[in-house]
Structure formats: C-alpha cells, structure tokens
C-alpha cells in the first residue's frame, strides 16, 4: 500500500512541480498587473484643461498630454464657425474624437465663464493658458481688446483657481516678446522686458499677475517665456506659414509673388512640438519659476525665405534696399519676393535670441528641431 502510494506520488511529481511553477507565475503576472496598474493610474488620473484648444500650441499640447495619459479638457470662445472646420489641427494631429478629450466653451475674457467652468472641475490638476490674440501686428489696431484676453484673461483664471481649488497648478504663456528692445542678448529669465507692442503690454500684466498669485496666495503658477515656435498647423498671418505657403504655391504656378514687410528682423524660430513639452515638464517641478524656451540660434526672415525657396528647389537673389528691395529667381529672373510697406509695424522687434539654459538643467529641456529642419517641415506640408 504503502509502496504503491510512493510510486504514485512520485510518479505524478513532474505533474505536481508543473503545476507549482503555474501557480508562481500566474501569481507573479497578478502582482506586477496591479503594480503596472497603479503607476498607469498615477498618470491617468491626471487631469489638465487647455485654453485656446483650436489654436497651434493647444493641439500640440493636447496630444502630447494625451499620449501621458491624462484626461483633457479643451476649452474655446463661442464660434459661429462650423467644428468640423474650427478644430482642423486636432484633427490634424489625430485627437479631435479621444475619448478622454472633451472640448467646453470658456471665454477667458469673462470671469464668470472661467469661474464656472473650473468650478465644474475642480478636481483638475493642472491648466494652461494658451487662449490670446496672439498675432502682435494685430495688437496694434486693437490694443484694449488685446489687454481684455491676453491680460485680464489671465487674471480671471488665477483668481477662479484661487477661489475654487488653490492645489490646481497652472502655466501662463508669457513671451520672448516681453524682451522687446532687447536690453541684453542673448535674453535669459533675468533680462528685464521692454515691450514694444500692445501685445507683449499686455502679456506683461499677465506674467506679474501670474508671479503675484504665486507670491501673495502661493498658487503654483509658471510662466514659460517661450521664443517664436511655429509648425505646418501655424495660423496663415504668421510669417513662417506665410512664406511657406506662398513659396510652394510661386513653385506650383499659382501665386506669382510673396510680399513682405521687413525681412531684417531676426527671431529665433523653434518647432511648436517641442516647445509644448516643456510646458508640461514646468508643472512637474518641486517650486513654480519662470523658464525661457528657445533655441539659442537667431536668423533673419530673410534667412528664412532664402531656405524655403531653396526647398523647392529654387535659388533667388536679392536687388535694391529698403522698400524697394526684392528677390528674383535666379533662373527665370522672375520677381519672387517684393517688400510692401503694410507688413511694417508700428514699432519692430528686431532681435529675439533666447538662452535656455535654465529649463535644460532644471527641466532636462532642450530643442530637437533646428531651424532649417523646421522650414523644410513647413515647406513640405504644403505640397499637395
Ligand atoms: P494661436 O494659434 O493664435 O491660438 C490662440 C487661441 O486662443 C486661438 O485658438 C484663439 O481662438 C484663442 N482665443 C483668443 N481669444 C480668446 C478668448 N477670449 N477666450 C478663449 N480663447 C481665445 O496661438 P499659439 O501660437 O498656439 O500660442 C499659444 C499661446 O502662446 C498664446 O497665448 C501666445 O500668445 C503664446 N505664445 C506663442 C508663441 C509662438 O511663437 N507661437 C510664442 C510665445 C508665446 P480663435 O481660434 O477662436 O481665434
Ligand atoms: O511671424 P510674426 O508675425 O511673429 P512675431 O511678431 O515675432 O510674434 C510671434 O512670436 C511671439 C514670440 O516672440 C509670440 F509671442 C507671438 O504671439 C507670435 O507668435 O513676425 C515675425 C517677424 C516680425 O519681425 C515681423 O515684422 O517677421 C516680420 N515680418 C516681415 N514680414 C512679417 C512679415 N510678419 C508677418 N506676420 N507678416 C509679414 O508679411
């Protein structure tokens, strides 16, 4: 009996030893699941609200806060434009139906609106106020519609943070604008602004506010100082999309010539999906500060004329100064570029060139696209 009780036994060990080593690994899967599930759930469980989810650096924003995991809320004024038009760069980029991007009307320019929509969610964890007119040449013509959403705008989402959930952090986008006439070079987060325009006027209300809430009511409030960043989903008055679609459409036979107002001045021109992480990388951190965000390199828009051109394969040369300046193709002699004096402003920036050396030490920040990388970029997305 005895005997036969052994031999059965050991007969079935392989069995039982199998069945053992199942029961580890099944164990095993069960654990790290459940750990794999708590640090997903560290992520998802985030939730952000944008402003200004149609413009450039909300789509960027949103689908890089997505690709984290977070839940997102995107939030516009009324428009009588049609949606399926309006949100074009989400859908560009693929996000407009996530299931966990929700889009809210919110007019930053009226605190009842902001209050209530923040008061609606206020377990956010983080929001970033990208909503602006942010076309400076415009800012001109209407300078106190420019100071309602690019200054008091601000204002009113820090003081609806304040009264609703002060644990919410927040990101305001301030500007290499703010620098102005520039009173160093390169320009850092301690050269002091001298705005040059209704616009960087106001956006430097906004920055003092958003350091002031911080201060007096210690919000975690940041502000990025970011230089010019653009991308193919860049608005059309801009003079990076401007050129690059002028440039393809002179190539392709419709559009005879590019007008432009003055080509001297010198920016130092980024990739709008780069400068995005770095917004979210400043509401990351221990303390809220202030961060430029730049390339560190600076070219004229002339510069950036000649290399689109040369992307489609056209080489131009420039004749005459000032007003009368302009550039022929240097196989047709056709005139592909004339200066037309409406395209001046009021007063002109002249030199953008930002230091970030801050934000790559504090934030592991840095650039990945250089210039010429970018206007190919932009060149080639309009090629139909
Ligand atoms: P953008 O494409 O012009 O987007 C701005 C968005 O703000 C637009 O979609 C606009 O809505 C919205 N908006 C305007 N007024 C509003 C209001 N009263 N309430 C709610 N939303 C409103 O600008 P961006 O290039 O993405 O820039 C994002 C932010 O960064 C802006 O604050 C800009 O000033 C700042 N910034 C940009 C750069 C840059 O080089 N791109 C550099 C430094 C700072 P509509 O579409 O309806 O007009
Ligand atoms: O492309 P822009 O209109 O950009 P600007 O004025 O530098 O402002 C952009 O960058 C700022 C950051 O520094 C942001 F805060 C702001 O919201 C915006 O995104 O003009 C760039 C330069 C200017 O010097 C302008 O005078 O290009 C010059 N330019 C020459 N001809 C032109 C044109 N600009 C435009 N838009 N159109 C022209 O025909």
């Given at each position: 009996m005895i005997i036969k009780f052994f031999s059965f036994f050991f007969g079935r060990i392989n069995l039982i030893v199998r069945f053992i080593c199942f029961v580890c690994v099944m164990a095993n899967m069960l654990v790290f699941s459940v750990i794999e599930d708590d640090e997903s759930q560290s992520v998802t469980s985030k939730k952000a609200l944008i402003t200004g989810i149609a413009g450039q650096d909300a789509a960027y924003l949103a689908k890089h806060l997505l690709d984290l995991g977070y839940t997102v809320i995107g939030t516009h004024r009324r428009t009588s434009t049609d949606a399926s038009y309006y949100f074009w760069r989400l859908k560009e980029l693929g996000c407009?139906?996530?299931?966990r991007l929700s889009i809210e009307v919110m007019d930053i320019t009226d605190s009842i609106s902001c209050l209530n929509v923040i008061r609606k969610h206020s377990n956010l964890n983080e929001i970033y106020?990208?909503?602006?007119?942010?076309?400076v040449k415009e800012s001109f013509n209407s300078p106190t519609a420019t100071l309602d959403v690019d200054g008091a705008g601000p204002c009113n989402l820090l003081n609806a943070i304040f009264q609703t959930n002060k644990a919410i952090r927040f990101y305001q986008a301030s500007t290499?604008?703010?620098?102005?006439?520039?009173?160093?070079?390169?320009?850092?987060?301690?050269t002091p602004f001298n705005p040059r325009s209704p616009y960087s006027a106001a956006k430097q209300y906004a920055h003092s506010m958003t350091v002031n809430y911080r201060e007096?009511?210690?919000?975690?409030a940041c502000c990025g100082i970011l230089f010019n960043h653009e991308s193919p989903?860049?608005?059309?008055?801009?003079v990076s999309r401007k050129i690059a679609q002028a440039v393809v459409k002179i190539k392709e036979g419709t559009q005879e010539c590019l007008e432009l107002g003055n080509i001297d001045a010198k920016r130092d021109w980024g990739f709008a999906g780069d400068y995005v992480k770095a917004m979210h990388l400043m509401l990351q951190q221990d303390v809220a500060d202030e961060y430029v965000i730049a390339t560190g390199t600076t070219n004229t828009v002339r510069y950036f004329v000649e290399k689109a051109f040369e992307r489609v394969g056209i080489f131009i040369d420039w004749e005459g100064s000032a007003e009368n300046e302009r550039a022929l193709?240097?196989?047709?002699?056709?005139?592909?570029v004339k200066i037309n004096?409406?395209?001046?402003?009021?007063?002109?920036?002249?030199l953008l060139i930002g230091d970030s050396t801050k934000a790559k030490n504090a934030l592991g920040w840095e650039p990945e696209v250089s210039v010429e990388q970018l206007i190919n970029m932009m060149v080639d997305a309009e090629i139909s």
């Amino acid at each position: 009996m005895i005997i036969k009780f052994f031999s059965f036994f050991f007969g079935r060990i392989n069995l039982i030893v199998r069945f053992i080593c199942f029961v580890c690994v099944m164990a095993n899967m069960l654990v790290f699941s459940v750990i794999e599930d708590d640090e997903s759930q560290s992520v998802t469980s985030k939730k952000a609200l944008i402003t200004g989810i149609a413009g450039q650096d909300a789509a960027y924003l949103a689908k890089h806060l997505l690709d984290l995991g977070y839940t997102v809320i995107g939030t516009h004024r009324r428009t009588s434009t049609d949606a399926s038009y309006y949100f074009w760069r989400l859908k560009e980029l693929g996000c407009y139906e996530h299931p966990r991007l929700s889009i809210e009307v919110m007019d930053i320019t009226d605190s009842i609106s902001c209050l209530n929509v923040i008061r609606k969610h206020s377990n956010l964890n983080e929001i970033y106020n990208l909503a602006a007119q942010s076309f400076v040449k415009e800012s001109f013509n209407s300078p106190t519609a420019t100071l309602d959403v690019d200054g008091a705008g601000p204002c009113n989402l820090l003081n609806a943070i304040f009264q609703t959930n002060k644990a919410i952090r927040f990101y305001q986008a301030s500007t290499s604008e703010l620098f102005g006439a520039v009173k160093a070079i390169p320009q850092t987060e301690l050269t002091p602004f001298n705005p040059r325009s209704p616009y960087s006027a106001a956006k430097q209300y906004a920055h003092s506010m958003t350091v002031n809430y911080r201060e007096s009511y210690g919000l975690f409030a940041c502000c990025g100082i970011l230089f010019n960043h653009e991308s193919p989903l860049r608005g059309e008055e801009f003079v990076s999309r401007k050129i690059a679609q002028a440039v393809v459409k002179i190539k392709e036979g419709t559009q005879e010539c590019l007008e432009l107002g003055n080509i001297d001045a010198k920016r130092d021109w980024g990739f709008a999906g780069d400068y995005v992480k770095a917004m979210h990388l400043m509401l990351q951190q221990d303390v809220a500060d202030e961060y430029v965000i730049a390339t560190g390199t600076t070219n004229t828009v002339r510069y950036f004329v000649e290399k689109a051109f040369e992307r489609v394969g056209i080489f131009i040369d420039w004749e005459g100064s000032a007003e009368n300046e302009r550039a022929l193709n240097r196989d047709t002699r056709a005139v592909v570029v004339k200066i037309n004096p409406k395209f001046y402003r009021p007063a002109e920036v002249d030199l953008l060139i930002g230091d970030s050396t801050k934000a790559k030490n504090a934030l592991g920040w840095e650039p990945e696209v250089s210039v010429e990388q970018l206007i190919n970029m932009m060149v080639d997305a309009e090629i139909s």
